[in-house]
């Protein structure tokens, strides 16, 4: 099966927007129990939206919670191997500033994915941010958000503007 990136079928295809690691509590430490509870509740949020017959999921690939999802979406894809996973990317160059791990971790997470959407070639400031988010929030109907309720930034921008769309909203809190 061939995906058309431009027209996912929005009805069955789940987005995820989340705070990266520096602004959540327990920051880089996934092994935090905080952020193992966190992971627990993700993914019992991408089971019933497996379960509601959700196919395709879009994530930003992001440091934090972004990568967690992809990796989370994967891991249930050995149960449900009828699932996919799509990259939206702001740029090309999105990890060029991260550090070595992040990279590697991001790189084996690319290799793995069901098609990628690449919103830039470059960085180009944080519009390529904002056209990547507006991309998976556009081609879907459900949003499973990691977010706080009150940090600005584009997790705030992305659950107004999924509200704005009408999508189904599950906030999971950090």
């Avoid at 509870?37 to 089971?47: A, C, D, F, G, P």
């Avoid at 994967?74 to 996919?84: E, F, G, H």
């Avoid at 459900?142 to 930034?153: Q, R, V």
Wanted: charged residues 30%; hydrophobic residues 35%; proline residues 2%.
């Amino acid at each position: 099966m061939t995906l058309d990136l431009e027209k996912l079928e929005k009805t069955t295809t789940a987005c995820f927007t989340g705070h990266r690691s520096q602004k959540l509590p327990w920051r880089f430490n996934e092994d935090d129990e905080r952020c193992k509870s966190m992971k627990e509740k993700l993914r019992i949020e991408i089971v019933k939206a497996i379960e509601n017959g959700y196919k395709t999921f879009i994530c930003g690939m992001a440091i934090g919670f972004d990568m967690i999802c992809a990796e989370t979406v994967l891991a249930l894809k050995k149960q449900y191997s009828d699932i996919k996973l799509i990259g939206a990317l702001p740029c090309k160059t999105q990890d060029s500033k991260w550090f070595y791990k992040d990279k590697i971790r991001y790189r084996n997470l690319l290799d793995k994915l069901d098609g990628i959407r690449c919103i830039y070639d470059t960085y180009i400031g944080s519009e390529c941010m904002l056209e990547r988010n507006r991309y998976m929030v556009n081609n879907s109907s459900l949003l499973i958000a990691l977010f706080d309720g009150i940090t600005i930034g584009g997790t705030m921008s992305t659950v107004e503007y999924a509200k704005m769309q009408n999508l189904k909203i599950v906030v999971i809190r950090p």
